[in-house]
């Protein structure tokens, strides 16, 4: 006893010894839930940035525990910080809990439309576990 077998060519030891993140090869991408965003209405500067809003753009979750409207509000905002809506608020319950407790959610970019002034964000939205 007392020899570690090698696995893999060693590569796992390799890992280990180089300090590698053991949980990333067995980390997933969960599908939860698709929506529209809520308040892109509010974003004044919404058709600026309108154009760089693609299907396949990522999209960041931050909980926005001090809304005087909503408690578990998440909003969502571009890579570079900009904001583009919140999560709807019949929606957001569970997702707040999984960020309060530490877990990373996310969106991706489905499909964009005006619908009269409203533009019409879908995402889907992903826990990375």
């Given at each position: 006893m007392g020899e570690i077998t090698k696995i893999n060519g060693g590569e796992l030891i390799?890992?280990?010894k180089e300090g590698g993140d053991l949980t990333?090869?067995?980390g997933q991408e969960v599908?939860?839930?698709e929506t529209l965003l809520a308040g892109t209405t509010h974003v004044e500067n919404i058709k600026e940035l309108e154009p760089d809003?693609?299907?396949g753009l990522k999209v960041n979750f931050y909980r926005e525990t001090s809304n005087k409207f909503d408690p578990k509000a998440i909003v969502v905002k571009e890579e570079n910080g900009q904001k583009l809506g919140y999560i709807p608020k019949e929606k957001n319950e569970i997702l707040s809990r999984l960020?309060?407790?530490g877990k990373l959610i996310y969106g991706i970019v489905d499909h964009k439309e005006y619908q009269g002034n409203w533009l019409k964000i879908k995402v889907k939205i992903y826990l990375d576990d």
């Open positions: 390799t890992l280990i990333k090869p067995f599908f939860l839930l809003i693609k299907a960020m309060d407790a």
